[in-house]
Nanobody, 124 residues
Framework: QVQLVESGGGLVQAGGSLRLSCAAS????????MGWFRQAPGKEREFVAA????????YYADSVKGRFTISRDNAKNTVYLQMNSLKPEDTAVYYC?????????????????WGQGTQVTVSS
């Protein structure tokens, strides 16, 4: 069992930056690939980024590539999402998720555990 708690969301102007954190409970955090997803009002939850258990491999949605960076610190049981050059269309609730597997995956149904989400609002 893994419990995930996101933090770091807030209100930021377009062009600004935010850093999201996701703290995980449990001693097996390092055996999970981790992902970030987001869901805007009236839209389906969409993939943002994923990172392998070791942190050696990452995968991004085209919409955030070059602006967002996913990273993890297994000693702190934490995964991060650094978001730069934010746009109003990045406004959403951001969720972290854990996937028990070696591959980097983007499907919501492929993740085993989810956090409660943190709101990110980007004003124009």
């Amino acid at each position: 069992q893994v419990q995930l708690v996101e933090s770091g969301g807030g209100l930021v102007q377009a062009g600004g930056s935010l850093r999201l954190s996701c703290a995980a409970s449990g001693r097996t955090f390092s055996s999970y690939a981790m992902g970030w997803f987001r869901q805007a009002p009236g839209k389906e939850r969409e993939f943002v980024a994923a990172i392998s258990w070791s942190g050696g491999s990452t995968y991004y949605a085209d919409s955030v590539k070059g602006r967002f960076t996913i990273s993890r610190d297994n000693a702190k049981n934490t995964v991060y999402l650094q978001m730069n050059s934010l746009k109003p269309e990045d406004t959403a609730v951001y969720y972290c998720a854990a996937h028990r597997g070696l591959l980097l995956v983007a499907g919501t149904n492929e993740y085993d555990y989810w956090g409660q989400g943190t709101q990110v609002t980007v004003s124009s």
